[in-house]
């Protein structure tokens, strides 16, 4: 099963900074927090990836609550092509092989409006 | 540098016909994932393989379904007597090899569309 939890949807207007949450209050100590995006029709896309501190690349920032048990991707300024659906997802830091794999929740889909 | 290739994209079968799908990971990547993704659902894993090795089978169907990564060539995901209900998307993604895998993400490929009629 996930860890996580997402809100369904969002919308928000083109140009303007759109903040995606996610809760996953049973992280682990050891659990990296990733951002994948998938545009329709298309595979997932790697976003970005933190495990203590806020993050930024070209794509988005990541803010990463003190307790760790909530994050924000943060997309700076939406453009009709950031329209996907966006997943957050935990993934072991460290274990047996076997935890590597990816488990989707059913991410939050932006909708951007021009 | 290519990114992961997955064939065909499109891919039509009748029932009870096999389906096999391709993907070969990007260079220098040893491990490979296949997901499927029915229609308005979120992705769900099915295999984790490493060259010549199943690492984790956990989400494969117990019949029709097998996945194989030999030494040469690519992933195969083989799909026998197909019916209706496999109609979906399937991903493959591939990764570097341990311990480098945690700082560095998956990558897709376009994936497969396969449409059992």
């Known amino acids: 099963d996930a860890k996580t939890t997402q809100p369904n949807s969002m919308e928000s207007n083109e140009e303007e900074p759109v903040h995606l949450p996610c809760n996953h209050s049973?992280?682990?100590?050891?659990?990296?927090i990733h951002w994948y995006r998938q545009l329709p029709s298309q595979g997932p896309e790697y976003v970005i990836h933190g495990l203590t501190s806020n993050v930024n690349n070209r794509m988005a920032s990541l803010a990463i609550a003190e307790d760790r048990k909530s994050s924000t991707l943060i997309l700076h300024r939406a453009t009709l092509r950031d329209a996907a659906v966006y997943y957050c997802i935990l993934r072991d830091r460290g274990a047996t092989s076997g935890t590597y794999k990816y488990i989707f929740g059913t991410g939050t889909r932006l909708k951007v409006l021009a | 540098n290519a990114g992961v290739m997955q064939n065909p994209r499109h891919l039509v079968r009748r029932r009870g016909q096999e389906a096999r799908l391709r993907c070969s990971p990007m260079?220098?990547?040893?491990?490979v994932y296949w997901y499927r993704q029915l229609p308005e659902e979120g992705l769900k894993f099915m295999v984790y393989?490493?060259?010549?090795?199943?690492?984790?089978e956990s989400g494969m169907p117990k019949e029709r379904f097998s996945a194989e990564f030999p030494k040469e060539g690519p992933s195969i995901l083989r799909i026998q007597q197909v019916v209706r209900g496999d109609s979906a998307a399937y991903f493959c993604?591939?990764?570097?090899?341990?311990?480098?895998?945690?700082?560095?993400?998956?990558?897709f490929g376009s994936g497969t569309r396969l449409t059992v009629v």
């Open positions: 993604a591939s990764s570097p090899p341990i311990p480098r895998q945690t700082n560095y993400g998956y990558t």
């Open positions: 049973t992280i682990s100590g050891t659990d990296y």
């Open positions: 393989l490493q060259k010549e090795n199943i690492i984790d």
């Open positions: 260079k220098g990547h040893s491990h």
